[in-house]
């Protein structure tokens, strides 16, 4: 389902970029309490996806697209991941606790490719996200419900895998 929301922009002091399209993938049965994927579009031109819609505990939140933080090691320069016990190109062992740590002292594993970067903005993104999310999972449950495409190799790959 493609959903125009352009109407759902809130009307401020200040200029909120315009969610001209949102897709919602639902996503059933995993362990990490990923329920859907989206993608957005911004004012018709920039698509970003790969947004998790998590139901977790304390609620349905958004994460935004991340990527692992990598280093090299010391002895052969190969990328590892940060939380990498070993160097997965010579083997050796990686000093454990490099991470950089955020501002509440918790280790630094991902960082987001894309966010929004204030607490209003981020409120607009996950509220359009969510309610796209509401809709598409009513939707789901009507008669001749068809999945949103999406033109994804990833979202392929991960259907088959989740298949298995
Ligand atoms: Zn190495």
Redesign the pocket.
Known sequence: MRRDVSDVAPTGAYYLLNITEIRVKLVHGTSDKLCGFASITLEGAIVIRDIKIICGEGGMFVAMPSRKLCDR?P????KNHVRSRY?G????RLARDRAHQDDRARPRLYADIAHPINQSSRKYFERAILDAYEEELKASKTEGYVATEFDDMDYHAWSASMAD
């Open positions: 090691c002895r052969c320069s190969g160097c190109d010579c083997g050796s």
